[in-house]
């Protein structure tokens, strides 16, 4: 037996049934009135926890969406604007992939069932064989990662050197428009390690979740020849992730960056997670190591696209989005790799770095300044003079953020010296690699910044290579 006080005005008795009849069966009941109120301030109550929980739900909706990486967004309004419609639309792409056919807006149908099975089944897994032994299922599909020996990394004499472009375009935009003149375009999809797709069926919008949402590209991730890539990175948790990748052939697109059904055109998606450094930070990792595992994953993903006969390539900001990698320090990775003497130097035709907003944030003003000299800006890459001043003092920014990560393997730490884990440096004591000093006030800050990093050092010692850090 048990009894319950509901308000003031009114008591129930709860009886277990063996004890029913010992108890009067009159049961005193709450006013009308006082029902009301009751109901009132439940429905009340209730709304008011459901906006709360809705309302936090939101404000961290929020930051995710601005954490994201930018590669999938587009400038401007469009139909993707909206996660809710953008969720309609990943149904819809699935829908598509399941019945591999679709309308286009002028009545036409297309066909996409030859394309689509091709590239699920030449779908294979690049398999980090340091960090993984070959998983049992689909053997025939798993492949080692590529040595830079093996990719014909000695371009034939008389080759052109390899153009550059950083453009202010999304990923799905880039190919589009490349396709136009070039056929092996190979694609480098900043991935989940863990989720097909990332979250484009939740409506999220980074680069991978626009891949996702414009091509065929979720089924081959999704099918049996691809499951082994997520099924390896579920297993070990580990925010380094690892060189495994996932190489999708002549993956059929079929809608514009703004979401509109279009003709189908073919690109080749490699599927690679970044480093998470966020994370890895939090942990103890420091940039060094971050960008060291951050150069190795680069070559690796170079030579995949050279053994798969890429000659032009969509690459980016890779990472540099909610995984927290510094945007100078990869794009100095991919100039190391692609130009200054490294091993795929002149060894494709054609790179652009699609990078939307380009001019309004640290990832596109980072690859710009480290690729400036290796290409010729269009006419709408020249700003007024405001914009100038804005870029030179968001260049002071990006000076300050690479002397306090030490700009590790390229600029040195800040103190004029060289060590085995830095690099080179520049020798001038302020940490940018340029070989200027900067002024006075500014040396002394970075000078606080390394010194507070020596000490984050001394008390981050040992690092735990697995677990669950998500």
């Given at each position: 037996m048990c009894a319950r006080n509901l308000g003031r005005c009114a008591e129930f008795v709860c009886v277990s049934r063996a004890h029913a009849s010992s108890f009067p069966t009159t049961i005193h009941t709450p006013s009308k009135a006082v029902q009301a109120i009751a109901a009132k301030t439940t429905t009340t109550r209730s709304s008011t926890t459901t906006a709360m929980g809705r309302g936090r739900r939101q404000g961290q909706q929020r930051k995710q969406d601005a954490a994201e990486d930018t590669g999938g967004r587009r400038s401007g309004g469009s139909k993707l604007s909206s996660r809710g419609r953008r969720r309609e639309l990943a149904q819809d792409t699935i829908r598509i992939m399941d019945v591999k056919k679709y309308n286009t807006d002028d009545g036409v149908e297309h066909d996409i069932t030859a394309s689509l099975n091709a590239a699920i089944q030449g779908t294979r897994v690049y398999l980090d064989e340091r960090k993984f032994k070959?998983?049992?299922?689909?053997?025939?599909?798993?492949?080692?990662?590529?040595?830079?020996?093996?990719?014909?990394?000695?371009?034939?004499?008389?080759?052109?050197?390899?153009?550059?472009?950083?453009?202010?375009?999304?990923?799905?935009?880039?190919?589009?428009?490349?396709?136009?003149?070039?056929?092996?375009?190979?694609?480098?999809?900043?991935?989940?390690?863990?989720?097909?797709?990332?979250?484009?069926?939740?409506?999220?919008?980074?680069?991978?979740?626009?891949?996702?949402?414009?091509?065929?590209?979720?089924?081959?991730?999704?099918?049996?020849?691809?499951?082994?890539?997520?099924?390896?990175?579920?297993?070990?948790?580990?925010?380094?992730?690892?060189?495994?990748?996932?190489?999708?052939?002549?993956?059929?697109f079929f809608r514009h960056d703004d979401g509109d059904l279009c003709a189908p055109y073919p690109a080749d998606v490699l599927t690679s997670a970044a480093v998470n450094a966020g994370v890895c930070r939090k942990r103890g990792i420091f940039n060094a190591e971050i960008v060291a595992l951050m150069r190795e994953r680069i070559r690796r993903v170079l030579a995949v696209f050279a053994a798969e006969g890429n000659d032009v390539l969509v690459l980016g900001a890779f990472g540099c989005g909610v995984f927290g990698n510094n945007p100078h320090d990869v794009a100095k990775v991919f100039r190391q790799h692609l130009q200054d003497g490294g091993a795929f130097e002149s060894l494709f035709k054609h790179v652009t770095f699609a990078i939307p907003n380009r001019d309004k944030g640290a990832n596109g003003l980072s690859f710009v300044r480290v690729f400036a000299d290796t290409y010729e800006p269009s006419s709408s890459d020249d700003d007024d003079d405001?914009?100038?001043?804005?870029?030179?003092?968001?260049?002071?920014?990006?000076?300050?953020?690479?002397?306090?990560?030490?700009?590790?393997?390229?600029?040195?730490?800040?103190?004029?010296?060289?060590?085995?884990?830095?690099?080179?440096?520049?020798?001038?004591?302020?940490?940018?690699?340029?070989?200027t000093k900067q002024p006075q006030q500014q040396q002394q800050q970075q000078q606080q910044q390394q010194q507070q990093q020596q000490q984050q050092q001394q008390q981050h010692s040992s690092w735990a290579t697995s677990g669950d850090f998500k």
């Open positions: 070959t998983p049992p299922s689909n053997p025939a599909h798993i492949l080692g990662c590529p040595d830079v020996k093996q990719c014909n990394a000695s371009p034939p004499a008389g080759t052109a050197a390899t153009t550059f472009e950083v453009t202010d375009e999304t990923t799905v935009a880039a190919i589009e428009r490349l396709g136009k003149t070039y056929k092996r375009i190979g694609v480098l999809n900043f991935a989940s390690a863990r989720n097909a797709g990332g979250g484009f069926q939740r409506g999220s919008l980074a680069q991978e979740e626009s891949l996702a949402l414009s091509s065929g590209l979720f089924a081959c991730q999704t099918s049996p020849i691809g499951e082994p890539y997520y099924t390896l990175h579920n297993k070990v948790r580990d925010t380094r992730y690892s060189n495994t990748m996932l190489y999708s052939p002549a993956v059929p405001d914009d100038d001043s804005d870029n030179e003092a968001h260049d002071v920014e990006l000076g300050h953020a690479d002397a306090n990560v030490g700009d590790a393997g390229d600029a040195g730490d800040g103190d004029g010296t060289i060590s085995q884990s830095e690099g080179a440096g520049d020798g001038d004591g302020d940490g940018d690699g340029d070989g």
